[in-house]
């Protein structure tokens, strides 16, 4: 049974850090790109961070500069570090696994949310 299990949301003020994980089961890790979506209210879902099985990464250009993605292969958790946080990253943040051959292996995580506000 695959699971994509997220932590780290939270109400936090503009300017601040957050720190999201999620650990995956149920996959063979090492094998999937990982990324990190976003869907606010009334919006739909939007790519935010990904990051490649070789460590490849790209971002949004909303967040570059503030968000990084990263991995660890041994504990299969991938992370987004999100700084300089506005109201508008106020979002229920996903977790999705999508493997790099056979991409209709397709997995998301059930969310996070983060509330920037003061």
């Known amino acids: 049974q695959v699971q994509l299990v997220e932590s780290g949301g939270g109400l936090v003020q503009p300017g601040g850090s957050l720190r999201l994980s999620c650990a995956a089961s149920?996959?063979?890790?090492?094998?999937?790109?990982m990324a990190w979506y976003r869907q606010a209210p009334g919006k739909q879902r939007e790519l935010v961070a990904v990051?490649?099985?070789?460590?490849?990464?790209n971002y949004a250009d909303s967040v570059k500069g503030r968000f990084i993605i990263s991995r660890d292969n041994r504990k299969n958790t991938v992370d987004l570090q999100m700084n300089s946080l506005r109201p508008d990253d106020t979002a229920v943040y996903y977790c999705?696994?999508?493997?790099?051959?056979?991409?209709?292996?397709?997995?998301w995580g059930q969310g996070t949310q983060v509330t920037v506000s003061s």
């Open positions: 999705n696994a999508v493997h790099e051959v056979v991409t209709w292996l397709t997995y």
């Open positions: 149920g996959i063979n890790f090492s094998s999937y790109k």
């Open positions: 990051i490649t099985s070789g460590g490849t990464t």
